[in-house]
C-alpha cells in the first residue's frame, strides 16, 4: 500500500468574471479568501498519511476538507504545492493511474446494474480475468455483508445496503488509498452508528490507506488514527483524537471538538504574584496546579485576558465555588444535560444520573458547582492559543 504526503498545497478557484481591483488586504467572503488570483480554498496544507493509516479531515462546512480530497484523487487541479502517493509525484498524473479508490456521498451507483455489476465493473474495465472478478466480488461481498444482494439492483436496497456496495466497488480494487467523502451523512442516526462499527472493522480487514472526510466530529473522534481539523483552508491541528480532545491548540479546535461543547468563560485573567500564576473568574481566584504553573513559567508568559475553558463532563455539581440557576433539564438516560445561567452566561454541565436526587436539579433550582483547575484551558483573549 502506499503513504500520502502533501507539501504547501495551495487551491484556488479562479474568478469567473472580472472583478476591481481591491487595494491593500484580501478580501473575504464566506470566510474564504479572495485574492485577485481567485478564491483560495486551501492554504499551505501540509501533511503526511503514513502507510494503512485512518486519517479523517474534519470541519466545519466550506473548510476545504472535501477540495483536499479530491485533489488527492485527481478531480481537482493543485494550483500549488506537490502531493505524493507512495514515492511517487501525481500532480500531473491522472485520477485512472493513482491506484485509488473513492466512495461519494450519493453512492454513485449505476442503477441499471446489478449489485453484482457495479462492483465487478471496474475491474471488467481493466480486463481482469472473469474468475478473478467473481473472487474478488464475492470476497469483498461477504467482508461487507451484502452477498444476498448481488443480484438486486439499487433502487431495491435500503441506504446502508447502498453505501456498503459502494464501499464494495472500491475495495475491490485493492486500491493503495481509499479515499471517502462523507459516506454516512445520508443515512439515519442509528444507520450511522452501525455503519461506523462496520468501517472499523473494515480497516482491520484490508490492507488500504484511508482518507475519510466528514463534518462530524463523532464520526472522526470514534474512526480515525489521527485527525486533521481544518477552518477557512487552513489546518487547526493534527493529532490522535485523545490529543485533540484533551489539548486543543486554540479556542476553535476546543469548541468543535466535543459534544456538548466546551464551556468558554470570558472575561478572565491570568495573574502573576512573583513566580506564582493563578486565574481570576466570576469574582474568584482559581489557583493553578504544579504543572500548569512550570508550562506558563517555561514560556515566561505575561498576565493576559483569557478565554477559560471547561468541558461539561468536568463540571461537579455542590460546593459554593460558583453559583447557577437551572434552565433546563435534559434527561438522556445514564446522564442528564443541565442549561444553567451563570453571571448571565449560559453554561452547561453532564452530571450522572446514578444515584442523583433528580428533585435537586429540577428547571428553576439554584445549584453550586466547582471544577477541578487541572482541567481548565486557558485561551488568550487576543490570539485564541491555549496558553498550556
Known amino acids: 500500500m502506499a503513504s500520502v504526503t502533501l507539501k504547501n498545497v495551495k487551491k484556488i478557484y479562479p474568478h469567473t468574471e472580472k472583478k476591481k481591483k481591491k487595494k491593500d488586504e484580501p478580501e473575504k467572503k464566506n470566510n474564504l479568501q479572495i485574492t485577485e488570483e481567485g478564491v483560495v480554498a486551501v492554504q499551505e496544507f501540509n501533511l503526511e498519511i503514513q502507510d494503512r493509516e485512518f486519517v479523517v479531515l474534519v470541519g466545519p462546512s466550506g473548510c476545504g476538507k472535501s477540495t483536499t480530497l479530491r485533489m488527492i484523487a485527481g478531480l481537482e487541479e493543485i494550483t500549488d504545492g506537490e502531493l505524493y502517493i507512495g514515492d511517487r509525484l501525481v500532480n500531473d498524473v491522472a485520477p485512472k493511474d493513482r491506484d485509488i479508490a473513492m466512495v461519494f456521498q ?4 449505476y442503477p441499471h446494474m446489478t449489485v453484482y455489476e457495479n462492483m465487478a465493473f471496474s475491474l471488467k474495465l481493466k480486463k481482469v480475468p472473469k474468475a478473478e472478478i467473481d473472487q474478488k466480488v464475492r470476497e469483498a461481498a461477504e467482508i461487507l455483508g451484502i452477498t444476498e444482494y448481488l443480484d438486486r439492483k439499487p433502487k431495491a ?27 454516512l451523512s445520508n443515512l439515519d442516526a442509528k444507520l450511522r452508528n452501525q455503519m461506523r462499527a462496520e468501517l472499523i472493522k473494515l480497516r482491520s480487514r484490508i490492507d488500504t490507506t484511508f482518507v475519510y472526510v466528514t463534518h462530524d466530529q463523532t464520526e472522526a473522534m470514534t474512526l480515525g488514527d489521527r485527525i486533521v481539523i481544518m477552518r477557512d483552508g487552513f ?16 479556542l476553535f479546535v476546543a469548541g468543535f471538538i466535543g459534544t456538548p461543547q466546551m464551556n468558554f468563560f470570558e ?20 489557583a493553578l496546579t504544579e504543572a500548569q504553573q512550570k508550562a ?8 493576559t485576558d483569557l478565554v477559560v475553558g471547561v468541558r461539561p463532563v468536568h463540571l461537579t455539581l455542590g460546593g459554593d465555588h ?10 438522556m438516560g445514564s446522564e442528564m444535560h443541565l442549561h444553567m445561567t451563570v453571571a448571565d452566561r449560559d453554561v452547561v454541565a453532564v452530571i450522572p444520573t446514578a444515584g442523583l436526587d433528580l428533585d435537586s436539579v429540577r428547571t428553576g433550582a439554584d445549584v453550586g458547582f466547582d471544577f477541578d483547575p487541572s482541567l481548565m484551558h486557558l485561551f488568550d483573549k487576543e490570539t485564541e492559543q491555549n496558553l498550556l
Open 106 to 109: 450519493n453512492y454513485a451507483l
Open 157 to 183: 436496497l435500503s441506504g446502508g445496503q447502498r453505501q456498503r456496495v459502494a464501499i464494495g466497488r472500491a475495495i475491490v480494487r485493492n486500491p493503495q488509498v481509499l479515499l471517502m467523502d462523507e459516506p
Open 235 to 250: 489546518i487547526q491541528q493534527i493529532g490522535t483524537p485523545q490529543e485533540v480532545f484533551h489539548h486543543p491548540q486554540n
Open 267 to 286: 472575561d478572565a485573567r491570568l495573574v502573576k504574584r512573583g513566580d506564582t500564576y493563578s486565574v481570576e473568574l466570576l469574582g474568584k481566584e482559581i
Open 296 to 303: 506558563l513559567r517555561a514560556k515566561q508568559q505575561p498576565e
Open 322 to 331: 460558583f453559583s447557577a440557576k437551572i434552565d433546563v433539564s435534559e434527561m
